[in-house]
């Protein structure tokens, strides 16, 4: 049984599109270490997921924290930015620690998209370093990437996909934008009245279209979406991007895979994918 916990609350960073800071309070704020591993070890679990919004938001206590991971001999999850699987000495103390997973916010393989966001620390010639960092030391991970930015072309769809084929990437996540109430985006939207059903819009958030794209029609983005989670979870795809399930980080990622082309194939009109 997996247990959550969590290390820290908030996130260092302003991306233009994130609401966080109305819901959790500006700033960044850590736990105590020595709350944090005491909390686990009630857990009684050797498989913990740190529901922190940015688990490496603060360096110097991340490192503290993994450190007194490493007696517990735990299989850990977490989220953090991109930048830091550039960090050797993060990333070697992370795997010692038993880091199983770990899921990262790329948002856009162009570096253009990304300054826009305010998410310059994100490096886009660096993404391929980041992911032979995290295969060379056996940690599943998990790339989220988002659709709808003014500036986009139609072929983000095509050479997203490209990107993630050639780097055999084995889990990714495809979302809409959704301007959240609370986000710089959400006031530009709103006064250039490009919401769509804005009482709907904390539903569902990233399979539904609630803005006017710039360069396709709302309909149009949720079907490409669609279609790059048929693409990218079809089973030629799977086998092609996944080795074979004989360590606990590649079985982590035939899971999830797995799950994945399950909730893709789903009939649905609601994009509720609850119950699959």
Not at 266 to 276: I, L, P, Q, T
Request: glycine share 6%.
């Amino acid at each position: 049984m997996t247990f959550s916990a969590l290390s820290s609350r908030g996130c260092p960073f302003l991306c233009d599109f994130c609401s966080e800071r109305l819901y959790l309070g500006g700033g960044y704020r850590c736990r105590p270490v020595a709350e944090v591993v005491d909390e686990v070890k009630r857990c009684r679990s050797r498989n913990i997921f740190f529901g922190d919004s940015n688990f490496g938001g603060k360096r110097s206590h991340a490192m503290e924290l993994m450190e007194a991971l490493i007696p517990l001999k735990l299989r850990w999850s977490a989220l953090w930015s991109a930048y830091l699987c550039n960090d050797k000495e993060f990333m070697d103390l992370a795997r010692r620690s038993g880091l199983l997973h770990v899921n990262i916010g790329a948002e856009s393989i162009d570096p253009h998209t990304l300054e826009g966001m305010n998410k310059q620390f994100n490096k886009v010639h660096k993404y391929t370093e980041m992911l032979d960092n995290l295969r060379r030391r056996g940690i599943s991970y998990s790339l989220n990437f988002i659709f709808g930015w003014d500036g986009e072309t139609e072929d983000v769809f095509r050479s997203t996909l490209d990107f993630l084929h050639e780097q055999k990437v084995p889990v990714a996540y495809f979302n809409i934008l959704t301007p959240d109430k609370g986000a710089p985006l959400y006031d530009r939207m709103k006064s250039a009245r490009r919401i769509l059903n804005e009482q709907e819009i904390g539903r569902w958030p990233g399979q539904v279209c609630h803005i006017k794209p710039a360069y396709c029609t709302p309909e149009e983005m949720e079907q490409r979406v669609r279609e790059m989670y048929h693409e990218f979870y079809g089973l030629r795809s799977i086998f092609c991007r996944l080795p074979l399930p004989l360590t606990k980080a590649n079985a982590a990622s035939w899971f999830i895979n797995l799950s994945q082309r399950k909730m893709a194939r789903a009939k649905h009109d609601d994009n509720n994918f609850d119950g699959y």
